[in-house]
């Protein structure tokens, strides 16, 4: 009876949960511009975008060419040393007009260093206002005119936004697309759903996806941030080269800065590339390990957690995946050899419920339908990247 009611009893929780985000993300509403507002004069003009990049993709002139479109004060990209020579190829091959061209300052580190070199285009900025941006990201022509305004709230000291792939019109066929942008598709569908719910019920972000993230150039320019973000080590032995987005996320929620959410069509930002084959899972490992190391720094470092009981108990809930998954699995099992029949009945809920989920997103990209079984394998990889992004918790390394 123990392993029935136990798994009745992770239904009743997924079910509440469900309700309570599905009930928010209802309620979600993205900051308006407010043109008519005399106090806030933050004007395009006043952005600085900085790009660390190493072993820059071919798609870099096009993602170049919409950040310049949304006319930014500067460009800062940062490369590294060995190449210089590719990286002035790939800005020329943008083919930006001479007036356009004095924007974009090239930079480069003497070693590939994620932090480092955000560090040194933090260091050379000169707006009020800093884009981080990944170097395969494509933003709107807009994308900067419908981030700004969530910083007519002078307590909102980041901006974070929807994360999707950029497939081209001639692409979005099932013949094209791939098994590989299916999964990662049906992962920041979910995600961009769960963010805004979460931020609509309880004012909270966990982490910024680092792919774009709009910050107070003042909170980046604190010379202890920048003394934390280079100087970061996990157990204090082990130097994280990655995780700059989480790193960034905690220090805004330690310092009681709020991080705004805004999702609509304008500010959605694009990746241009989709890793295939293990680099696919050595990113999907990196990020979970990054994830785990910041949620575990996240209860100890940041006191504000603890006064929104749904963000205390979802965070440790995050931390103690791997256990909860362990005895959810063995309660299946259990359940089938006591209780078969109400087992199966549980079971066809859970198959009932999800395929609402996977025709929801079917309808916002019919052309993946295909390769419907890679958002289904992805939705249950965690089963086993869980366990191995805790058994490899101090690969703190940079891998693209």
């Given at each position: 009876?123990?392993?029935?009611?136990?798994?009745?009893?992770?239904?009743?929780?997924?079910?509440?949960?469900?309700?309570?985000?599905?009930?928010?993300?209802?309620?979600?509403?993205?900051?308006?511009?407010?043109?008519?507002?005399?106090?806030?004069?933050?004007?395009?003009?006043?952005?600085?975008?900085?790009?660390?990049?190493?072993?820059?993709?071919?798609?870099?002139?096009?993602?170049?060419?919409?950040?310049?479109?949304?006319?930014?004060?500067?460009?800062?990209?940062?490369?590294?040393?060995?190449?210089?020579?590719?990286?002035?190829?790939?800005?020329?091959?943008?083919?930006?007009?001479?007036?356009?061209?004095?924007?974009?300052?090239?930079?480069?580190?003497?070693?590939?260093?994620?932090?480092?070199?955000?560090?040194?285009?933090?260091?050379?900025?000169?707006?009020?206002?800093?884009?981080?941006?990944?170097?395969?990201?494509?933003?709107?022509?807009?994308?900067?005119?419908?981030?700004?305004?969530?910083?007519?709230?002078?307590?909102?000291?980041?901006?974070?936004?929807?994360?999707?792939?950029?497939?081209?019109?001639?692409?979005?066929?099932?013949?094209?697309?791939?098994?590989?942008?299916?999964?990662?598709?049906?992962?920041?569908?979910?995600?961009?759903?769960?963010?805004?719910?979460?931020?609509?019920?309880?004012?909270?972000?966990?982490?910024?996806?680092?792919?774009?993230?709009?910050?107070?150039?003042?909170?980046?320019?604190?010379?202890?941030?920048?003394?934390?973000?280079?100087?970061?080590?996990?157990?204090?032995?082990?130097?994280?080269?990655?995780?700059?987005?989480?790193?960034s996320s905690r220090w805004l929620q330690?310092?009681?800065?709020?991080?705004?959410?805004?999702?609509?069509?304008?500010?959605?930002?694009n990746r241009t590339t989709v890793k295939?084959?293990?680099?696919?899972?050595?990113?999907?490992?990196?990020?979970?390990?990054?994830?785990?190391?910041?949620?575990?720094?996240?209860?100890?470092?940041?006191?504000?957690?603890?006064?929104?009981?749904?963000?205390?108990?979802?965070?440790?809930?995050?931390?103690?995946?791997?256990?909860?998954?362990?005895?959810?699995?063995?309660?299946?099992?259990?359940?089938?050899?006591?209780?078969?029949?109400?087992?199966?009945?549980?079971?066809?809920?859970?198959?009932?419920?999800?395929?609402?989920?996977?025709?929801?997103?079917?309808?916002?990209?019919?052309?993946?339908?295909?390769?419907?079984?890679?958002?289904?394998?992805?939705?249950?990889?965690?089963?086993?990247?869980?366990?191995?992004?805790?058994?490899?918790?101090?690969?703190?390394?940079?891998?693209?």
């Amino acid at each position: 009876m123990a392993a029935i009611t136990t798994l009745a009893g992770f239904w009743l929780w997924g079910l509440i949960d469900g309700k309570v985000l599905a009930t928010a993300s209802k309620r979600y509403r993205p900051v308006e511009r407010q043109d008519d507002d005399p106090s806030f004069n933050i004007d395009t003009s006043d952005v600085s975008v900085i790009v660390p990049t190493v072993d820059t993709k071919a798609s870099f002139p096009t993602c170049l060419q919409t950040w310049v479109a949304n006319n930014p004060g500067e460009i800062i990209i940062i490369g590294i040393e060995k190449q210089r020579d590719h990286i002035a190829s790939l800005v020329q091959r943008a083919a930006l007009s001479p007036d356009l061209a004095t924007k974009i300052k090239i930079l480069y580190a003497p070693a590939a260093s994620k932090r480092d070199q955000f560090r040194l285009g933090i260091e050379e900025s000169t707006g009020s206002i800093i884009v981080n941006v990944d170097d395969h990201i494509i933003w709107s022509d807009e994308f900067l005119q419908h981030t700004l305004p969530c910083f007519q709230d002078k307590s909102v000291g980041a901006v974070g936004t929807p994360l999707t792939i950029h497939i081209p019109p001639h692409r979005r066929n099932s013949k094209s697309i791939t098994p590989w942008e299916t999964a990662m598709m049906r992962a920041l569908w979910k995600r961009n759903h769960g963010l805004e719910a979460v931020y609509a019920a309880y004012g909270w972000c966990w982490v910024l996806a680092g792919s774009t993230v709009v910050f107070r150039a003042e909170i980046l320019k604190d010379p202890r941030f920048l003394h934390g973000l280079t100087k970061d080590y996990w157990l204090g032995r082990y130097k994280l080269d990655t995780g700059d987005d989480t790193f960034s996320s905690r220090w805004l929620q330690q310092h009681d800065w709020k991080i705004a959410i805004q999702s609509m069509p304008a500010t959605e930002v694009n990746r241009t590339t989709v890793k295939t084959g293990s680099a696919f899972f050595e990113q999907a490992f990196r990020w979970e390990r990054s994830t785990i190391q910041s949620y575990l720094r996240t209860l100890r470092d940041v006191s504000q957690i603890w006064k929104k009981p749904y963000v205390a108990r979802k965070t440790i809930e995050r931390v103690c995946r791997p256990l909860l998954t362990g005895i959810h699995i063995y309660a299946w099992i259990r359940s089938f050899m006591t209780y078969p029949t109400l087992a199966s009945l549980l079971l066809l809920y859970y198959g009932w419920d999800s395929s609402l989920s996977y025709s929801a997103f079917l309808g916002r990209y019919p052309y993946m339908r295909r390769h419907l079984w890679a958002a289904v394998l992805i939705d249950y990889f965690y089963v086993i990247q869980d366990v191995w992004s805790w058994l490899t918790l101090n690969d703190t390394s940079w891998r693209r």
